[in-house]
C-alpha cells in the first residue's frame, strides 16, 4: 500500500491491521489491511479492481462510487475496515459473466453518457443506486439525484438522458 | 491522500464505546459514518491516535416517539431522516433539512449524532435542531446526561461533549401541524451553505443560522422581535446581530451578514412566522 510522504507528517507508529471479510462483486474477500486504508484504495490494490477512480479524492467530485450494501456511497470517505461484513459492487461487478451489459451500462452507451470516461464508473453506481430509490424519476430528479457526481467535461445532459431511458423514459 | 496511523477498535454498545474512551484517553475519536472525521484525517487536521468505530452498535439508529417529543437516535444516517414517515408527520423540518445534507452519497453514510457532535458552523443539522429546541442526550461512565442544544455547541468545533462522553440520542418536541422553513443559499448543489436559515413557527418561534459565526448560532434578537410583535420584515433586519460570520471565497463577512437579513425574512415568511 502507498504510503504518504514524510512532508505531510509522518505517522508515530504503523497503527493496527484490522481483518476485514466482505463480498466484492459476489466474491469472498478477506485481507488484513492497515486500518488507515480507504475502502478505494482496498478495492483496486488489494482486489486489483481499477475501474473504480480517485478523482478529488475529497469526497465531492463521486469518481470514487461504489454500492455498499446496495447504496451508493463514495470509497474514498470510507474506511475499508468499516466495510467489514458488507456486500461492495463496484463497475465490474455489473455486466454478467457472458459480456452482457447491466442496463444502465446499455444506456449509457447507446446515448453516449460519457465523454472522457473518467467520471463513467462514478456516474452509473450512482444512477443505479438512484433508480433503486427513484424508479421512476423526473429529469429535475435525475439531475438532483446526481448531485453527488461530478462531470468535468460538462457531459451532463447525454448522462441524465442515460439515466432516464435506463428508468424507461427515454 | 491517506489518514496518519491510527489504531482502531470496534464497539458493539454504547456503554462499550464509552469505556474505550476511557481507556484510550483524548487521542481516541468516535467513528460513526466517518463523513465529517475522515475527510480532517485525510488533511491531517485530525490525527487521532485511536479511533472507536461505534458504526455496529444497533441500538441507536432509531426514530421513536415518546410523548410530546421524538427521539433520534445519534446513529440514524441522513437517508433514513429524509425518509421518516414520523418525522414527516411530527418534525418535517428535521426531514427536509436531513434531505438537503450533501449529496446521496453523502447521506448514505453520514449520521445525525456525527453531525451536531461534529460542532461545524456550516453544518445545517444543527441549525434544524436548534431551531426546533432540542435537547442531546449523552453517555459517559456515569450514566446519561442531557445537554439543552443551545448549550452544546461551545466553539469552532467544539461542543459541551467531554473526551469520555458519546452522543446517543438527539431530542426534539414534535411540532405536528408547524410552520416552517430551510433556506440554503449555496453556488452549487452539494456545497455546504454560504449561509442558511432554519425558521419553526409553533406558537413560538426558532430561528438558527448557519455559517454565521464560530458555531451552529440561534437568532435570539429575531426570536424575539416576533415574539414582540414585529412582522417578518421587521425581525429580520435584526438577523445578523451578534454575529461575527466568515470571510472566505465565497462570500465577505459583509455579504454574508446581507444574506442572512434576506434569508430570515423569507424564512419566516415561509413559517408563517
Same mark, same amino acid.
Given at each position: ?43 483496486r ?16 467530485c ?9 447504496e ?59 433508480l433503486?430509490?427513484h ?36 | ?23 484510550h484517553g ?86 445525525i ?10 453544518s ?8 426546533? &429546541?432540542?435537547? !442531546? @442526550?449523552?453517555? #459517559?461512565?456515569a450514566?446519561? =446526561?442531557?445537554? *439543552? ?5 461551545? +466553539?469552532?468545533?467544539e ?46 418561534? &426558532?430561528?438558527? !443560522? @448557519?455559517?454565521? #459565526?464560530?458555531?451552529?448560532? =440561534?437568532?435570539t *434578537? ?5 415574539r +414582540?410583535g ?9 438577523a ?34
Amino acid at each position: 500500500m502507498m504510503l504518504a510522504s514524510s512532508a505531510e507528517g509522518s505517522p508515530t507508529s504503523e497503527g493496527c491491521t484490522v481483518k476485514v471479510a466482505l463480498s466484492v462483486n459476489g466474491t469472498k474477500q478477506e485481507h488484513d489491511v492497515e486500518a488507515r486504508v480507504l475502502l478505494v484504495h482496498y478495492l483496486r490494490e488489494q482486489c486489483g479492481l481499477t475501474g473504480t477512480n480517485v478523482g478529488c479524492d475529497t469526497s465531492s467530485c463521486g469518481a470514487c462510487t461504489v454500492l455498499v450494501d446496495g447504496e451508493s456511497v463514495k470509497s474514498c470517505t470510507m474506511l475499508a475496515a468499516q466495510a467489514d461484513g458488507c456486500e461492495i459492487t463496484t463497475i465490474e461487478g455489473l455486466a454478467s459473466a457472458d459480456g452482457t451489459l447491466h442496463p444502465m451500462q446499455q444506456a449509457f452507451h447507446e446515448l453516449h453518457g460519457l465523454q472522457c470516461g473518467f467520471c463513467t464508473p462514478g456516474m452509473v453506481m450512482a444512477a443505479i443506486s438512484l433508480l433503486e430509490e427513484h424508479p421512476s424519476p423526473t429529469e429535475a430528479d435525475v439531475r438532483d439525484g446526481l448531485e453527488g457526481n461530478l462531470c468535468r467535461c460538462t457531459g451532463y445532459h447525454n448522462i441524465v438522458a442515460a439515466v432516464l431511458a435506463a428508468a424507461g423514459k427515454s | 491522500m491517506i489518514p496518519a496511523a491510527f489504531d482502531l477498535v470496534r464497539a458493539e454498545s454504547a456503554e462499550e464505546a464509552v469505556s474505550l474512551l476511557g481507556e484510550h484517553g483524548e487521542d481516541a475519536k468516535l467513528l460513526a459514518g466517518g463523513h465529517s472525521l475522515l475527510p480532517l484525517m485525510k488533511l491531517r487536521l485530525a490525527t487521532p491516535s485511536v479511533l472507536v468505530d461505534i458504526g455496529r452498535v444497533r441500538d441507536l439508529s432509531s426514530i421513536r416517539e415518546e410523548g410530546d417529543e421524538l427521539a433520534v437516535g445519534a446513529l440514524t444516517r441522513h437517508r433514513h431522516l429524509e425518509t421518516s414517515v414520523v418525522l414527516a408527520t411530527h418534525a418535517p423540518v428535521l426531514r427536509h433539512v436531513a434531505g438537503k445534507v450533501g449529496d446521496p452519497q453523502v447521506r448514505h453514510r453520514g449520521t445525525i449524532g456525527g453531525s451536531l457532535a461534529h460542532g461545524d458552523p456550516a453544518s445545517d443539522l444543527p441549525a434544524a435542531v436548534l431551531a426546533l &429546541g432540542g435537547s !442531546l @442526550v449523552v453517555q #459517559g461512565p456515569a450514566g446519561r =446526561r442531557t445537554i *439543552a442544544a443551545t448549550d452544546f455547541f461551545t +466553539g469552532f468545533l467544539e461542543t459541551a461533549l467531554r473526551p469520555d462522553e458519546l452522543l446517543v440520542e438527539i431530542r426534539v418536541p414534535k411540532v405536528t401541524g408547524a410552520g416552517w422553513s430551510f433556506q440554503k443559499f449555496n453556488r452549487r448543489a452539494m456545497d455546504w451553505a454560504i449561509v442558511g436559515v432554519v425558521a419553526v413557527h409553533n406558537g413560538t418561534t &426558532g430561528v438558527a !443560522l @448557519v455559517n454565521m #459565526g464560530a458555531t451552529p448560532l =440561534r437568532a435570539t *434578537a429575531v426570536e424575539a422581535a416576533v415574539r +414582540g410583535g414585529s412582522s417578518a420584515a421587521e425581525a429580520a433586519e435584526l438577523a445578523a446581530e451578534g454575529t461575527e460570520p466568515p470571510g472566505d471565497l465565497n462570500a465577505s463577512p459583509e455579504f454574508r451578514q446581507h444574506l442572512a437579513r434576506v434569508l430570515v425574512r423569507r424564512a419566516l415568511t415561509e413559517a408563517g412566522a
